[in-house]
């Protein structure tokens, strides 16, 4: 075919990160109320990655800056909230780290108040927090991102709805084509037992989006640290989201 090079076969496909029993809920959850208008009807079907997924372009590590991790320097003053780290390593299925994947978060300020437009509950605005970072996993697949605890925030899926505080993960693979979005939580949630989003994710993947409290990640007198892996396939792996699911 043309266009490839030479003795590249177009018939090359790199292995899919599929939808995993046992780690994703199902698509169609009726207690998470607007799954019901965003479960696919049909049957999925596979795309399998091809030279036109993985040979595209990428954003490029230059456009990446230290600051990016930083949520809490993006403005002229100082975020309100309780200041943290949260760091871990992007994992493939056998424990080898991926490394220079970008990954990109956004969360509510500290009163559970996202900067968009969507989001007009009661809770401040903070002039100093925007929510939103990105980094580049290091050779040793680990990122960093410095922050600020996100609020719990009402939404309207029941009465009285909750979301236990999370922060958003984005993450992309060699090619824009492999993004995979889910959510990290915080240890101790109160919030848990009525969130439909938490509890759709069978028991044992549901632990593994928990964040751990990691005292070497804190800084005296400063933040505190959060500890969080993610893993892209096999037995350990991490929930992700269908697309278009970025409550
Ligand atoms: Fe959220």
């Given at each position: 075919?043309?266009?490839?090079?030479?003795?590249?076969?177009?018939?090359?496909?790199?292995?899919?990160?599929?939808?995993?029993?046992g780690v994703n809920p199902p698509l169609d959850f009726p207690e998470y109320r607007s799954t019901a208008l965003r479960a696919p009807h049909q049957p999925l079907v596979l795309?399998?990655?091809?030279?036109?997924?993985?040979?595209?372009?990428?954003?490029?590590?230059?456009?990446?800056?230290?600051?990016?991790?930083?949520?809490?320097?993006?403005?002229?003053?100082?975020?309100?909230?309780?200041?943290?780290?949260?760091?871990?390593?992007?994992?493939?299925?056998?424990?080898?780290?991926?490394?220079?994947?970008?990954?990109?978060?956004?969360?509510?300020?500290?009163?559970?108040?996202?900067?968009?437009?969507?989001?007009?509950?009661?809770?401040?605005?903070?002039?100093?927090?925007?929510?939103?970072?990105?980094?580049?996993?290091?050779?040793?697949?680990?990122?960093?991102?410095?922050?600020?605890?996100?609020?719990?925030?009402?939404?309207?899926?029941?009465?009285?709805?909750?979301?236990?505080?999370?922060?958003?993960?984005?993450?992309?693979?060699?090619?824009?084509?492999?993004?995979?979005?889910?959510?990290?939580?915080?240890?101790?949630?109160?919030?848990?037992?009525?969130?439909?989003?938490?509890?759709?994710?069978?028991?044992?993947?549901?632990?593994?989006?928990?964040?751990?409290?990691?005292?070497?990640?804190?800084?005296?007198?400063?933040?505190?640290?959060?500890?969080?892996?993610?893993?892209?396939?096999?037995?350990?792996?991490?929930?992700?989201?269908?697309?278009?699911?970025?409550?």
């Amino acid at each position: 075919m043309a266009g490839h090079p030479r003795g590249v076969s177009s018939d090359l496909t790199v292995p899919s990160y599929e939808r995993q029993p046992g780690v994703n809920p199902p698509l169609d959850f009726p207690e998470y109320r607007s799954t019901a208008l965003r479960a696919p009807h049909q049957p999925l079907v596979l795309l399998p990655h091809r030279l036109t997924e993985i040979t595209g372009p990428l954003l490029g590590a230059e456009r990446v800056t230290p600051a990016d991790a930083d949520l809490t320097i993006q403005h002229a003053g100082e975020p309100l909230g309780q200041r943290i780290t949260v760091s871990g390593r992007v994992l493939d299925s056998d424990g080898r780290p991926v490394p220079d994947t970008l990954i990109e978060i956004w969360q509510p300020n500290s009163a559970g108040r996202y900067r968009h437009v969507v989001d007009n509950h009661p809770a401040p605005l903070d002039p100093n927090f925007t929510g939103a970072g990105r980094c580049l996993t290091d050779s040793e697949g680990r990122y960093r991102f410095v922050t600020i605890k996100p609020g719990s925030y009402p939404w309207g899926n029941h009465l009285n709805a909750w979301r236990p505080a999370h922060i958003h993960f984005s993450l992309f693979g060699r090619a824009f084509a492999q993004r995979l979005v889910t959510q990290m939580y915080f240890p101790g949630d109160p919030l848990f037992f009525q969130d439909p989003i938490f509890n759709s994710v069978p028991e044992l993947a549901r632990q593994r989006l928990i964040s751990r409290f990691d005292l070497s990640l804190t800084e005296p007198e400063v933040s505190l640290g959060f500890a969080w892996d993610i893993v892209l396939r096999g037995r350990g792996a991490t929930f992700f989201e269908p697309p278009g699911d970025r409550r």
